[in-house]
Nanobody, 123 residues
Framework: VQLQASGGGLVQAGGSLRLSCAASGRTFGDYVLGWFRQATGKEREFVAAISWRGGSTTYADSVKGRFTISRDNAKNTVYLQMDSLKNEDTAVYYC?????????????????WGQGTQVTVSS
């Protein structure tokens, strides 16, 4: 499975960005796709995840109500719509996938990772 993340950039606080993660290489039934982020000097943290078939989602408390994860199965792409961005959302964002029927929030359960995309939120 290959994952390609894109869509990062510089945005002012309160603004929006949409990240994309294009997946290829395998069929995606029963795959969970997740977004994680890592700020400079901090540990990687879970952001959001979605099941490929059922569309079940889960979010970190810090982004709930501001971020929305969605998928387009026809394009094998998962999106992360980020609204009302805050300075503390600044990080490198990674997409990851795992073959699983349950959504997990631990990075260690994900088998495949894309390269990161930088999101910088300025005051």
């Amino acid at each position: 499975v290959q994952l390609q993340a894109s869509g990062g950039g510089l945005v002012q606080a309160g603004g929006s960005l949409r990240l994309s993660c294009a997946a290829s290489g395998r069929t995606f039934g029963d795959y969970v796709l997740g977004w994680f982020r890592q700020a400079t000097g901090k540990e990687r943290e879970f952001v959001a995840a979605i099941s490929w078939r059922g569309g079940s989602t889960t979010y970190a408390d810090s982004v709930k109500g501001r971020f929305t994860i969605s998928r387009d199965n026809a394009k094998n792409t998962v999106y992360l719509q980020m609204d009302s961005l805050k300075n503390e959302d600044t990080a490198v964002y990674y997409c990851a996938s795992v073959r699983s029927r349950t959504i997990g929030t631990r990075g260690g359960m994900y088998d495949y990772w894309g390269q990161g995309t930088q999101v910088t939120v300025s005051s």
